[in-house]
């Protein structure tokens, strides 16, 4: 078993709060599909650090899977007045995702169509330079649709099966969620509002919210009090 950490620092707008990712990588045979590969001589070519040169050493150990973990650090959720007041809100279905790989790990884009906008409000100026356009294969995009990136997913490459985790959201396609995000009407695409998913809440066929983070955290805590964890208590409030 192989284990290496990396660490790359990126800043986000919001707050000028410093985004620190841990990447750590670990590979370990398994009797799952893809089959176990036959230890062979691979030439490993690829830069130090990168998804691929990961890979390549794990098919030179005769290792089919390779696990990515991935920690990203940044910003937290406002309170419930301050979200609800900069947030879009949207009650959304997951539709589709479709998962790439990149130079340092996997990337899945996530696609929702919109049941009801709750509260709309435009994304703060300081982000406009981090919306991109979805991925091509993945497009158009309807008026009542948009994507969200996740640093996870899982594919086969070269032999291997690449598992990326994150602190990120796994959304599951056909689940409805309640989400506090910022929504470029532009690329259709958007971010959700805090590094970890406090603003992501899965939604029931009475209504009812569930968080996806089940830690306490304030602002959880905020909207199971004031609309006891109702869609319909919130959008009374909202329609106000």
Not at 183 to 196: E, F, G, H, K, Y
Request: aromatic residues 10%; contains cysteine.
């Amino acid at each position: 078993m192989a284990t290496r950490i990396g660490v790359a620092v990126m800043t986000f707008a919001i707050g000028m709060a410093a985004n620190f990712i841990w990447t750590i990588r670990r590979t370990s045979p398994t009797t799952q599909q893809p089959p176990p590969l036959k230890v062979e001589k691979v030439e490993v070519t690829a830069a130090i650090g990168t998804l691929r040169r990961d890979i390549q050493e794990a098919r030179a150990r005769g290792e089919n899977t390779l696990e990515v973990g991935v920690l990203g650090c940044g910003w937290g959720i406002g309170s419930l007045k301050e979200e609800l007041s900069r947030d879009t809100v949207v009650i959304a279905d997951l539709v589709a995702k479709k998962t790439y790989e990149d130079t340092f790990g996997l990337r899945t884009w996530y696609k929702f169509k919109i049941r009801e906008t709750l509260v709309e409000h435009e994304p703060p100026r300081h982000f406009a330079d981090q919306f991109q356009s979805g991925p091509s294969d993945m497009l158009p995009i309807a008026e009542d649709e948009f994507l969200i990136e996740e640093l996870n997913g899982q594919m086969v490459i070269d032999g291997v099966s690449v598992t990326q985790h994150s602190n990120g959201a796994k959304y599951l396609e056909g689940q409805t969620y309640l989400l506090f995000l910022w929504l470029d009407p532009t690329t259709r695409t958007a971010i959700r509002s805090a590094t970890d998913p406090l603003g992501v809440f899965l939604v029931d066929s009475n209504g009812n919210l569930r968080a996806y983070v089940d830690r306490p955290y304030p602002f959880k805590t905020a909207l199971a009090k004031r609309f006891n964890n109702s869609i319909n208590d919130l959008r009374r409030y909202l329609k106000k």
